[in-house]
């Protein structure tokens, strides 16, 4: 069962992420299933599947968010209880290993570094931070960086940028519609922050497109940052930034001005690989609807097309790996997996627990 948060936690008039962004069966606010964690953060699959599991996560108040590392083998949850529990998953075993506390409120998402910088989680909630800790011994994770995103807004979404960027970067989206970039300089260990308005209306998500992707780059090499945003105002935007020593973000041409959904957007995923590799950026909404997103022609705009409509407002999207599969959860407790035809169409894979049987 999903429980809708109240008013009075969840005000109307500040876009936050309410409710559960991952939809599966509930029994209790600490219990979690494993199709919940696919639909949140697409893991490698075994080659013959596994019943759902169930995990105990501890957590006080509902469960907002789950991710596994770089390489499948340790989950990050966040809560509303204020906390982020860090577990090792090792096939059907899983092991609590530490709580990582500093939020003065709700945490709505949670999202794992590349391990080339080494154990890094970095969370966000509805206090406004966005806090970066590390472990630097086994279960003990360090506060290594924390900003504020001012005050009365929730910081709806954090991601890294890819590894291909070459720098620990990380994208922030907040309920007063500005995307913020934290950079780390490696050399002198200082955290830089640059924030653009994306959204007046308040933002819900953001995704960096890959690196290797056609047009993150100039006609030289050299990299163009590009991230997507997903607002309250309906909108999906795709941003890219030509200078790397300036901090605008220009918007890319999106068809019909990226309106596309009836509702808010509350996710966006870029797929990691695309085939050729031509761009590919999923969203979902409050109208029940997932659409993908291309751009064919690297002078004209992003166009959309219809994945499916759910039975239930959509509240999260995820890739496989090899951005072959597409994980979408929904509202009404139901994760499905879609495939994208040779010819374009999209179709619904079998469902988890059908797959075991």
């Not at 919940?36 to 490698?44: E, H, K, S, Y």
């Not at 940052?225 to 605008?248: F, H, I, M, Q, S």
Request: with cysteine; proline share 6%.
């Amino acid at each position: 069962m999903v429980t809708t948060p109240s008013d009075r936690l969840y005000p109307r008039d500040k876009p936050v992420r309410p409710g559960l962004d991952v939809a599966s069966a509930w029994l209790d606010d600490s219990l979690l299933g494993s199709s919940a964690m696919n639909a949140a953060a697409a893991a490698p699959m075994p080659p013959e599947a596994a019943a759902p599991q169930l995990l105990d996560t501890q957590h006080e108040d509902h469960v907002h968010d789950v991710a596994w590392d770089y390489y499948a083998r340790r989950l990050a949850t966040c809560s509303s209880d204020g906390t982020v529990k860090i577990f090792a998953a090792d096939g059907e075993a899983t092991a609590h290993e530490a709580t990582i506390t500093g939020h003065g409120g709700p945490v709505w998402q949670v999202c794992w570094a590349h391990p080339r910088y080494g154990q890094v989680v970095a969370s966000c909630g509805y206090d406004g931070q966005v806090l970066v800790h590390k472990e630097d011994a086994p279960g003990r994770w360090t506060a290594v960086h924390a900003w504020s995103g001012g005050e009365g807004a929730s910081v709806n979404a954090v991601c890294w940028a890819p590894e291909g960027a070459g720098v620990l970067q990380l994208a922030c989206a907040a309920s007063d519609g500005r995307a913020t970039i934290l950079a780390h300089d490696a050399t002198s260990g200082e955290w830089a922050a640059s924030s653009f308005l994306a959204s007046p209306l308040g933002l819900t998500s953001c995704s960096w497109c890959p690196v290797e992707a056609t047009g993150s780059a100039t006609a030289e090499g050299a990299l163009v940052p590009r991230l997507a945003t997903g607002g309250c105002d309906a909108l999906v935007k795709v941003w890219r930034r030509e200078d790397p020593n300036a901090d605008a973000w220009d918007q890319e041409p999106v068809a019909n001005g990226g309106k596309a959904h009836a509702g808010w957007v509350r996710d966006v995923a870029f797929s990691p690989f695309y085939g050729e590799p031509k761009p590919c950026l999923i969203s979902c909404s409050d109208d029940k609807s997932v659409r993908v997103w291309t751009r064919n022609d690297l002078n004209g705009p992003w166009a959309s097309r219809a994945v499916t409509t759910c039975a239930a407002p959509v509240w999260r999207v995820a890739w496989s790996v090899a951005g072959c599969v597409l994980a979408v959860s929904s509202g009404d407790d139901a994760v499905s997996l879609w495939k994208e035809s040779v010819a374009g169409d999209w179709h619904e894979l079998a469902e988890p627990e059908e797959a075991a049987t």
